[in-house]
């Protein structure tokens, strides 16, 4: 078995529990989902690479298989955190008041990097967002704490 500690190998139980199926694991379209429920933050591409797939039903991944990849993803480097994103919406902090405008959020998340959707994006808003103020105006850091699973900077 990969190098995982028994209570993340809990986690990842109860992941397989709620995404698939007994016996015959999660669809291999969701890895990334199921990587994402284990606060793991995988980029398409590397998904892809791990044996993720587009379409339903082409490939199950078992949960011995899924461990090494979660291991790896785990140890991978190319994953944005809180830190960094707040970093990067402080780009669009024009009074530096930790505002921003909705708008711009909105943009940025529908055509920069790999980009969401609107469905996506609106599911987002609707789970993270604290309303936006009469000027189009909401806080960032709060989003990015709900978005991250960070209440402690709520």
Avoid: W
């Avoid at 992941?15 to 933050?41: K, T």
């Avoid at 339903?56 to 994953?79: A, C, G, H, T, W």
Wanted: net charge negative; proline share 5%.
């Amino acid at each position: 078995m990969a190098d995982v500690p028994k209570r993340e190998v809990e986690n990842v139980e109860f992941v397989f529990e709620v995404m698939g199926s007994p016996g015959e694991g999660i669809d291999a379209v969701d890895l990334g989902d199921a990587l994402r429920a284990l606060n793991l933050n995988p980029t398409l591409a590397l998904i892809e690479k791990m044996g993720g797939t587009k379409k339903r039903n082409e490939k199950k991944i078992k949960m011995d298989e899924f461990l090494p990849i979660y291991s790896q993803v785990k140890k991978e480097k190319e994953q944005g955190c809180y830190e960094d994103f707040i970093e990067c919406l402080k780009l669009y902090d024009k009074e530096e008041n930790g505002t921003m405008m909705l708008a711009e959020l909105q943009h940025a998340l529908l055509s920069l990097g790999e980009n969401l959707d609107d469905e996506q994006v609106e599911t987002l808003f609707a789970d993270c967002m604290d309303p936006e103020d009469d000027e189009g105006f909401i806080p960032y850091s709060p989003f990015l704490a709900r978005m991250c699973d960070r209440p402690d900077q709520l």
